[in-house]
């Protein structure tokens, strides 16, 4: 075994960096030869982590120090789409400058060996990059860039972005608006103006009106707005009223709803009423909604029922959902208790469902008190959709147990398809113990659309033993034609023979033409 000597000579920045990704072991046993070479040579680009031959060294510069274009080939990006909740985070963490006495080059190493542990799936990498920045902020953010695609890279550009930001915000401006337009200079752009934000609002946004496009503006606006909600709600909704309508601003209102209603309720709720666009009080209702319910849901009921029949149950999802989450049986209590008729239409169900899924029974005996109408049969069908995912057995007997009629077929075939598609040895068996007629048939007819997939010709056997012809050729249509589509020949064979007229094979051989 040759020597290993720490010369750049001996050891190239790209075989450090793979024996660096071999095993825990080698890393600890490189680590201060990789480090050794870092100090003594400048290696930072591309061919660290895609190959070829190392770049020119980057040049650093002082802090806003003009050096020329940045090195970046292009700007495609990997774009992490993160919640509201998560940018407020990362804008907060972007802040305070970070004391250090490391030199650039330790620095870089730092940054290196943050990546090479971590790929970017820890803060390691973002605080080593935004030390990095604070000294050499140029050459760390280019080094950033010029990152493999990944979560790695885009923790790094952020840390580069806001630790230039920290100490010299309109150096990272410039330098953002030299990039050319794509992804790294959207992202660049919108990291630097929630960053800048903290510190200086007014800058800030006198440098995002400055930007040449308007989707630059909004992102930026967008993540400045989020990154003010939880330490300063009014200035973000100040900042969010000038986002372009949509669904990015709807976004950006429900992030700063949820965050001011946690703080103060009251003035959260107090905002959303004073907006003066519809779509933008429902984004705002969408966010205060779960602490609301959880705070004072009659309240929350009081202000639905202050609504318009339009305005009410376009809101009902917003706070039903979270409201029989927490306290179905209030819920279902505050649903009956809604003032619009094709509201309560709409709550009903809605909140039925949520219960079924935790509670069935309960969820079924509340369904049953109801009055025998439009509403109950709705209900009732949630109910048993939602049961019949978990338990279809005991879907199965409450479906069963409903007087003949719509409401039952309709049931009980709900149970057939879902059981099918579970256990369809489970579902057979119960089906022949139904009586013959109208529900054993619908039983089968949406047992065999859930058996369809997974086993066609099972499912045409069963189709056959339908008595209702009407139903049962509907039946053997529909499995025709799911299985024309699984396995043509096989299907072909099968329906030469079927029990099927010529205009009902035609049909599902050419279903457009039927």
């Excluded at 790209?14 to 024996?19: F, G, I, K």
């Excluded at 090195?71 to 990006?77: F, M, N, S």
């Excluded at 939602?386 to 719509?406: C, H, L, R, T």
């Excluded at 057939?416 to 057979?428: C, Q």
């Amino acid at each position: 075994m040759g020597s290993i000597r720490r010369t750049r000579a001996s050891l190239t920045p790209e075989v450090a960096v793979r024996s660096l990704q071999v095993t825990m072991r080698t890393r600890l046993y490189l680590l201060p030869i990789v480090l050794a070479s870092l100090v003594t040579g400048a290696w930072v680009d591309r061919a660290l982590f895609r190959g070829g031959a190392p770049a020119a060294p980057v040049q650093s510069a002082a802090p806003g120090q003009a050096t020329g274009a940045p090195r970046v080939e292009d700007t495609r990006a990997v774009a992490v789409k993160e919640q509201p909740s998560q940018q407020v985070k990362t804008a907060k963490a972007m802040l305070t400058p970070l004391p250090t006495s490391m030199t650039p080059a330790e620095l870089r190493a730092a940054a290196l060996a943050a990546f090479s542990g971590s790929g970017g799936k820890d803060k390691g990498l973002f605080d080593s990059v935004r030390a990095w920045a604070q000294v050499d902020p140029r050459s760390a953010t280019v080094w950033a860039m010029a990152l493999p695609y990944g979560d790695g890279r885009n923790a790094a550009i952020k840390g580069a972005l806001s630790g230039w930001v920290a100490t010299d915000p309109g150096g990272a401006a410039e330098f953002a608006s030299s990039l050319p337009a794509g992804r790294d200079r959207l992202q660049a752009t919108s990291t630097i103006a929630a960053t800048w934000a903290q510190s200086d609002l007014e800058g800030a946004l006198r440098w995002v009106g400055e930007l040449p496009d308007r989707s630059s503006q909004d992102e930026a606006l967008r993540r400045i707005a989020l990154g003010l909600a939880d330490n300063n709600p009014q200035a973000a909704a100040d900042v969010a009223a000038s986002v372009t309508p949509g669904e990015a601003k709807a976004d950006v209102l429900t992030g700063i709803a949820s965050a001011w209603a946690k703080a103060d309720l009251t003035a959260a709720v107090q905002w959303g009423e004073s907006l003066g666009n519809e779509a933008d009080r429902r984004a705002v209702l969408r966010g205060l909604a779960a602490t609301w319910v959880e705070q004072d849901p009659q309240a929350a009921l009081a202000y639905l029922n202050s609504l318009g029949a339009a305005d009410q149950t376009a809101a009902l999802k917003s706070l039903f959902v979270p409201w029989a989450q927490k306290d179905p049986a209030g819920a279902f209590a505050g649903a009956t208790a809604l003032t619009h008729e094709k509201a309560w239409a709409a709550a009903g169900p809605m909140v039925a469902g949520v219960w079924a899924r935790a509670a069935p029974r309960e969820a079924a005996e509340a369904v049953a008190s109801l009055p025998s109408d439009a509403v109950q049969r709705d209900s009732a069908l949630a109910v048993v959709s939602e049961w019949a995912q978990n338990d279809p057995a005991g879907a199965a007997q409450w479906a069963v147990s409903f007087p003949e009629g719509a409401l039952r077929d309709k049931a009980v075939g709900s149970v057939a398809r879902h059981w099918a598609e579970a256990d369809s040895a489970a579902a057979t068996m119960w089906i022949t113990g139904l009586p013959e007629g109208q529900v054993r048939d619908t039983a089968l007819y949406s047992f065999t659309r859930g058996l369809a997939e997974s086993d066609p010709a099972g499912a045409a056997r069963w189709a056959e033993g339908i008595s209702e012809p009407e139903l049962r050729t509907r039946a053997l249509e529909q499995v025709a034609r799911g299985w024309l589509k699984l396995d043509p020949p096989a299907a072909k064979t099968w329906l030469d023979q079927a029990p099927l007229s010529r205009e009902s094979k035609e049909r599902a051989l050419n279903p457009k033409k039927g």
